[in-house]
T-cell receptor
Framework: QKEVEQNSGPLSVPEGAIASLNCTYS??????FFWYRQYSGKSPELIMS????GDKEDGRFTAQLNKASQYVSLLIRDSQPSDSATYLC?????????FGKGTSLTVFP | GAGVSQSPSNKVTEKGKDVELRCDPI?????LYWYRQSLGQGLEFLIY????????KSGLPSDRFSAERTGGSVSTLTIQRTQQEDSAVYLC???????????FGAGTRLSVL
């Protein structure tokens, strides 16, 4: 059974702060990792992908991967109210995706 | 280019009726996935198609659910004898290559009265 675990939150941070979202996974052969953002009533949209250990930065977003610890995280710098959404962690094994249940983030002004 | 297209966007049906939901993936994407998402819940995997291989049906909740993918492109998810607990948003996603992410359609919101 492949599992992807996320803190359900809700996570609440003030505008301008760093939001930290965490995800752990059970399958050691996982090679591809993704973060999706889902606004209420909308479908998930990809915001970050990461394949190698270490950090990957894209604008205000940084994904961090540690395969030894089976841990992937997403940092959002200078959080904005528009970042308020549910963030889904996904792990790909072969061609199959395994999603966490998501972490709800609220950024308050 | 065009994204994943799903139709209808909304479907209201009566308990016991059959419904068909359609997904048109991104051209060239060989993998196609169906998920279900109930209000405030995570994504529930239903079925996965990869090229011409036999689909992975391990997530289908009952034998009332079935799906086809014709010509390696368009997919139809059929729910027979719908029940109120089938009410959810049905999301389709497609993916190009082994390590790439999936792109989601806008979903079909199904309401069973």
């Amino acid at each position: 059974q492949k599992e992807v675990e996320q803190n359900s939150g809700p996570l609440s941070v003030p505008e301008g702060a760093i939001a930290s979202l965490n995800c752990t996974y059970s399958d050691r052969v996982s090679q591809s990792f993704f973060w999706y953002r889902q606004y209420s009533g909308k479908s998930p949209e990809l915001i970050m992908s990461i394949y190698s250990n270490g950090d990957k930065e894209d604008g205000r977003f940084t994904a961090q991967l540690n395969k030894a610890s089976q841990y992937v995280s997403l940092l959002i710098r200078d959080s904005q109210p528009s970042d308020s959404a549910t963030y889904l962690c996904a792990v790909k094994v072969g061609n199959q995706f395994y999603f966490g249940k998501g972490t709800s983030l609220t950024v308050f002004p | 280019g065009a994204g994943v297209s799903q139709s209808p966007s909304n479907k209201v049906t009566e308990k016991g009726k059959d419904v068909e939901l359609r997904c048109d993936p991104i051209s060239g994407h060989t993998a196609l996935y169906w998920y279900r998402q109930s209000l405030g819940q995570g994504l529930e995997f239903l079925i996965y198609f990869q090229g011409n291989s036999a689909p992975d049906k391990s997530g289908l909740p009952s034998d009332r659910f079935s799906a086809e993918r014709t010509g390696g492109s368009v997919s139809t998810l059929t729910i027979q004898r719908t029940q109120q607990e089938d009410s959810a948003v049905y999301l389709c996603a497609s993916s190009a290559q082994r390590d790439t992410a999936s792109d989601f359609g806008a979903g079909t919101r199904l309401s069973v009265l």
